[in-house]
C-alpha cells in the first residue's frame, strides 16, 4: 500500500513538473517572438520598451536585445492588458485578443489551442507610421 502511494505521489509530480516546464517553454517562446517582432518594428538592434502588467522578470530572463525603460522613453509598450495609458507610444498587446478599440494597440500575440497568434490592426500602424516587413502582412487586420 505504501508503495502505491509512493507511485501515486512520484507519478502526480512528474505530471506536475511536465506541465510546468511546457509552460516556462511557452513563455519564453512568447517573449523570443515579442523581441523579433518588437525589433522588426522599431528597427532597432537594443529597442527601448515599458512593461505594463506583463512579467518584466521574464523579459530579462529570456531577451538579450530589449531594454527595460520608462514608458517615457520607450520605444514601444508591451502590455498585458488593455488597461494602459498610451503615452503616445504603440502597444504590443501579449496575452488577449479582447481589447476596446484603442487607436495605440498596434497589434496582439496571444494563445489559441497551444498555439501562439499574432495579429496587427492596420489603421493604428499607419498612425504611428509603422511599416513591417512583408513576412507580417498576412497578420493584418
Known sequence: ????????VFISLAILFEILNAQELALKYEIKLIEKIVRDITGKDFPNVCVVNY???RIREYSNNLVISSCNQADMVIAGTDEVSSFNKPVLLV??????KK???IGAIFWRKGR????????NLKYFNIELPPEYRRYYI
Not at 95 to 100: D, I, R, Y
Open 103 to 105: 487607436n495605440y494597440i
Open 55 to 57: 512579467p518584466v522578470d
Open 116 to 123: 501562439p497568434q499574432i495579429m496587427f490592426i492596420e489603421k
Open 1 to 8: 500500500m505504501e508503495f502505491l502511494k509512493f507511485k501515486i
Open 95 to 100: 496575452g488577449s485578443a479582447e481589447f476596446k
